[in-house]
C-alpha cells in the first residue's frame, strides 16, 4: 500500500476544501453565540436598570441578575458542557 506523505494529504485536503468550510461553519456559529450572550447580557442590565438596588426582588431573582450581569463569555460558552 502506498502512503502518501503529510504535506500531500494536507493539500488534498486543503484543495477540497473540507477544512475552510469547517472554519467558516465554527466562526458562525461562534458569532451567533457572541451575539446571544451579548443580547442577552444587555437585555437583562437594562430591564433592571437603576432600580436594582431599589425594588425588592426575592432571593431567586437577585441571584439570577447578579448571575447573568456578571458571567464571562466564557463562562456563558461553556454553561451547557459537562466540563
Same mark, same amino acid.
Given at each position: 500500500?502506498?502512503?502518501?506523505?503529510?504535506? *500531500? /494529504?494536507?493539500?488534498?485536503?486543503?484543495?477540497? $476544501?473540507?477544512?475552510? +468550510?469547517?472554519? &467558516? *461553519?465554527?466562526?458562525?456559529?461562534? &458569532?451567533?453565540?457572541?451575539? +446571544?450572550? *451579548?443580547?442577552?447580557? %444587555?437585555?437583562? =442590565?437594562?430591564? /433592571? $436598570?437603576?432600580? @436594582?438596588?431599589? /425594588?425588592?426582588?426575592?432571593? %431567586?431573582? +437577585?441571584?439570577?441578575?447578579?448571575?447573568?450581569?456578571?458571567? =464571562?463569555? @466564557?463562562?456563558?460558552?461553556?454553561?451547557?458542557? &459537562?466540563?
Amino acid at each position: 500500500m502506498n502512503i502518501l506523505p503529510i504535506e *500531500t /494529504i494536507d493539500l488534498i485536503y486543503e484543495y477540497d $476544501g473540507r477544512y475552510k +468550510k469547517i472554519y &467558516d *461553519t465554527i466562526l458562525k456559529e461562534l &458569532d451567533l453565540l457572541i451575539f +446571544k450572550y *451579548t443580547y442577552e447580557r %444587555e437585555m437583562i =442590565s437594562e430591564s /433592571i $436598570g437603576m432600580y @436594582y438596588n431599589v /425594588i425588592e426582588l426575592p432571593t %431567586e431573582d +437577585k441571584e439570577y441578575y447578579v448571575n447573568v450581569i456578571n458571567t =464571562s463569555f @466564557y463562562n456563558y460558552f461553556l454553561k451547557n458542557w &459537562d466540563i
